[in-house]
């Protein structure tokens, strides 16, 4: 079992509010990863980190941001929420030299 | 633009079969790829992975092919069980380039009794 953790598992919030995403890992990985992923489709990665301080956007358009102050947490944050926000957001992370990802369970946002 | 697809998106079989899943990928620069399974209500697990300078790795009950020629990946899947019930995603890379996984389209495999 990865040692990886997002919360909440779930999130029922009305247009316009602001929310975060938390994501934190155990394992010392330097590499961490925020993919969106309707039900049954592929995941779309939206942001990563390769350390401290560094943040890049992914392949797939976020209005969401991420920070990486500490290695261990990489929380998302969308500042107004809306429906089309609505999705289950992956938190992931690996080691450096090593593109095997560690998954968490996500978050299961609907944003009404 | 490139990416990583799957042939197709559902495959049930019965109890003790052996699973084929297949996948295409199109970047010819990646070199490493991924099986992913991902059962109900949880995140993707990793499976087993192949480099290119790979034709076949095999794990416990199962197997992965890549045939670089026609870009086409492969998970085998022996004595197919219950609980392999998921959705299995491929996924690509460059090794060791920074760059970060592609994942294609799932397919969802239903194993009945």
């Known amino acids: 079992e990865a040692d990886i953790y997002q919360t909440p598992r779930y999130l029922v919030i009305g247009t316009g509010k602001k929310i975060t995403l938390e994501c934190s890992q155990t394992m010392g990985h330097d590499k961490m990863y925020w993919y969106q992923q309707d039900p049954g489709m592929e995941l779309h990665l939206i942001h990563y980190s390769y350390g401290v301080n560094s943040t890049e956007k992914g392949d797939l358009s976020s209005e969401s941001t991420v920070s990486r102050i500490r290695t261990e947490h990489f929380p998302l944050t969308l500042e107004s929420a809306r429906p089309s926000h609505t999705s289950q957001y992956l938190c992931?992370?690996?080691?450096?030299?090593?593109?095997?990802?560690?998954f968490g369970s996500g978050t299961q946002l609907s944003v009404l | 633009g490139e990416s990583v697809g799957l042939h197709l998106p559902t495959l049930s079989v019965q109890e003790g079969d052996n699973s084929i899943i297949n996948c295409a990928y199109s970047n010819s620069a990646s070199d490493y790829f991924i099986w992913y399974k991902q059962e109900s209500g949880k995140g993707p697990q990793f499976i087993i992975d192949i480099r290119s300078n790979m034709d076949k790795r095999q794990g416990q009950r199962v197997t992965v092919l890549l045939n670089k020629t026609v870009k086409h990946l492969s998970l085998q899947i022996a004595a197919t069980q219950p609980g392999d019930s998921a959705v299995y995603f491929c996924?690509?890379?460059?090794?060791?380039?920074?760059?970060?996984?592609?994942f294609g389209k799932g397919t969802t495999l239903s194993v009945s009794s």
């Open positions: 992931a992370s690996s080691r450096s030299g090593n593109e095997k990802l560690f």
């Open positions: 996924a690509e890379t460059k090794y060791q380039a920074g760059t970060a996984l592609i």
